[in-house]
């Protein structure tokens, strides 16, 4: 019976600890989240969270109507795929985009797992060891990658889909920003966005536009491991990534006039990107230059001009003529930072698009895309081959042999 007591009593102690270190963790984590959410961090002095309390009848945004971002990113998905198939692909066949048939790489184990699990370029060395284990030409092994690299490309009329997708949004999401922001003061005079900051009330036609595209730009995340993957794919998360949390902290901070002008100066210039993408894809050179060339002229205006040196500077600069800084000015504008960064880097690729298109009438190449590899550069490849070989050319220390197979594998 004793020995019945002690083990109550130690059990009890046990259960008294236990509550203990709980009651202990809810306090470090109540006092880690008033940290958090103090006044001073994310508003500036003799301002806080008190002032975005609804009342007198005016609304103020509150962090759980950001909710509401998730089921409009699902309807986006939905939508998208119903968009698609309904519209995209029937302008598709109507604006003649095709696709090259291409040649299917014929089933080869040795070579399906070199490529699935060390690369997808071997190096020479490598292609000399698969064409010894295979028993195929060197020249063979090479042409089969092409094509394997080639069947998980996707083909134009996947492209076309997503670009007419995201033409749509862009369009109607500027054109329904102007009409929200174009009879605003701080639309005119940007220094008007800090105009009784924070206590500016919520308007309807900015709660919708807040959340549809934060919801929109959910969706491209959602998506984006199912999307045509670019050069640029970890320049695309990270700026849908910085996006969506510039939206939210504005949101929830009360940064909404700035937020807006952010939003529109961005979509000003996508919907021409779309849009020259998609006559790309359809073949019309001529059509596609032009619009590429006034997305080009839209593009530097918006995202080199008029945001780092009009909306930027009224968030970095003019904010401290009014307040002093605080730890919510740093937080908001380093994102601005990181956008404008990436703005400088997508520019130096729209320009390098540029330069490749203005001596001639060529087509434009999306630099970010991967290009199809044809098979004239087997042929281009083979021929070069044969000349090194009649010139005594050596390759790695042995002369190549001018294997003189036919083009069929």
Same mark, same amino acid.
């Given at each position: 019976? @004793?020995?019945?007591?002690?083990?109550?009593?130690?059990?009890?102690?046990?259960?008294?600890?236990?509550?203990?270190?709980?009651?202990?963790?809810?306090?470090?984590?109540?006092?880690?989240?008033?940290?958090?959410?103090?006044?001073?961090?994310?508003?500036?002095?003799?301002?806080?969270? @008190?002032?975005?309390?609804?009342?007198?009848?005016?609304?103020?945004? /509150?962090?759980?109507?950001?909710?509401?971002?998730?089921?409009?990113?699902?309807?986006?998905?939905?939508?998208?795929?119903?968009?698609?198939?309904?519209?995209?692909?029937?302008?598709?066949?109507?604006? *003649?985009?095709?696709?090259?048939?291409?040649?299917?790489?014929?089933?080869?184990?040795?070579?399906?797992?070199?490529?699935?699990?060390?690369?997808?370029?071997?190096?020479?060395?490598?292609?000399?060891?698969?064409?010894?284990?295979?028993?195929?030409?060197?020249?063979?092994?090479?042409?089969?990658?092409?094509?394997?690299?080639?069947?998980?490309?996707?083909?134009?009329?996947?492209?076309?889909?997503?670009?007419?997708?995201?033409?749509?949004?862009?369009?109607?999401?500027?054109?329904?920003?102007?009409?929200?922001?174009?009879?605003?003061?701080?639309?005119?005079?940007? /220094?008007?966005?800090?105009?009784?900051?924070?206590?500016?009330?919520?308007?309807?036609?900015?709660?919708? &536009?807040?959340?549809?595209?934060?919801?929109?730009?959910?969706?491209?995340? #959602?998506?984006?491991?199912?999307?045509? /993957?670019?050069?640029?794919?970890?320049?695309?998360?990270?700026?849908?990534?910085?996006?969506?949390?510039?939206?939210?902290?504005?949101?929830?901070?009360?940064?909404?006039?700035?937020?807006?002008?952010?939003?529109?100066?961005?979509?000003?210039?996508? &919907?021409?990107?779309?849009?020259?993408?998609?006559?790309?894809?359809?073949?019309?050179?001529?059509?596609?230059?032009?619009?590429?060339?006034?997305?080009?002229?839209?593009?530097?205006?918006?995202?080199?001009?008029?945001?780092?040196?009009?909306?930027?500077?009224?968030?970095?600069? &003019?904010?401290?003529?009014?307040?002093?800084?605080?730890?919510?000015? &740093?937080? #908001?504008? *380093?994102?601005?930072?990181?956008?404008?960064?990436?703005?400088?880097?997508?520019?130096?690729?729209?320009?390098?698009?540029?330069?490749?298109?203005?001596?001639?009438?060529?087509?434009?190449?999306?630099?970010?895309?991967?290009?199809?590899?044809?098979?004239?550069?087997?042929?281009?490849?083979?021929?070069?081959?044969?000349?090194?070989?009649?010139? *005594?050319?050596?390759?790695?220390?042995?002369?190549?042999?001018?294997?003189?197979?036919?083009?069929?594998?």
């Amino acid at each position: 019976m @004793a020995l019945t007591e002690g083990q109550s009593a130690q059990s009890e102690a046990k259960e008294n600890t236990i509550l203990y270190d709980y009651h202990c963790e809810q306090r470090m984590l109540s006092r880690l989240t008033e940290l958090i959410w103090s006044d001073w961090i994310w508003f500036p002095e003799g301002h806080g969270w @008190a002032d975005l309390e609804d009342r007198d009848g005016k609304v103020f945004p /509150k962090p759980r109507d950001l909710w509401a971002t998730i089921p409009i990113a699902l309807c986006f998905l939905v939508i998208r795929q119903i968009f698609e198939r309904t519209v995209a692909s029937p302008l598709a066949s109507l604006l *003649g985009v095709s696709d090259k048939k291409r040649v299917f790489a014929p089933p080869n184990p040795v070579l399906e797992a070199h490529f699935c699990s060390t690369s997808k370029h071997p190096t020479q060395s490598s292609l000399e060891s698969l064409s010894k284990q295979t028993g195929c030409s060197v020249r063979q092994v090479q042409r089969w990658f092409r094509r394997r690299r080639n069947q998980d490309r996707p083909n134009k009329f996947k492209k076309f889909q997503e670009a007419s997708w995201r033409f749509t949004f862009y369009l109607l999401a500027f054109f329904a920003g102007l009409a929200v922001l174009i009879d605003k003061p701080w639309f005119h005079d940007m /220094k008007l966005m800090w105009e009784d900051f924070p206590k500016m009330p919520l308007l309807p036609s900015q709660y919708w &536009y807040y959340m549809i595209e934060l919801g929109f730009y959910t969706s491209l995340l #959602f998506s984006v491991a199912s999307d045509v /993957k670019r050069k640029d794919f970890k320049e695309q998360i990270i700026h849908h990534v910085a996006t969506i949390v510039l939206i939210t902290f504005s949101w929830v901070v009360n940064y909404i006039r700035g937020g807006t002008l952010i939003m529109l100066v961005h979509d000003a210039s996508d &919907y021409l990107m779309e849009s020259a993408k998609m006559f790309n894809y359809a073949g019309w050179r001529k059509t596609c230059n032009i619009i590429f060339t006034v997305f080009a002229a839209v593009f530097f205006v918006t995202r080199l001009i008029i945001l780092p040196f009009w909306i930027i500077y009224t968030t970095w600069v &003019y904010p401290l003529t009014l307040y002093p800084p605080f730890f919510g000015f &740093y937080f #908001f504008n *380093g994102l601005m930072f990181v956008l404008q960064a990436l703005h400088v880097f997508w520019a130096g690729l729209i320009l390098r698009m540029v330069i490749k298109f203005l001596p001639g009438n060529d087509i434009v190449e999306d630099e970010r895309s991967d290009k199809e590899e044809t098979e004239s550069e087997d042929e281009d490849d083979e021929h070069e081959q044969r000349e090194k070989s009649k010139n *005594g050319h050596v390759q790695n220390g042995h002369t190549v042999l001018n294997n003189n197979h036919r083009k069929t594998d």
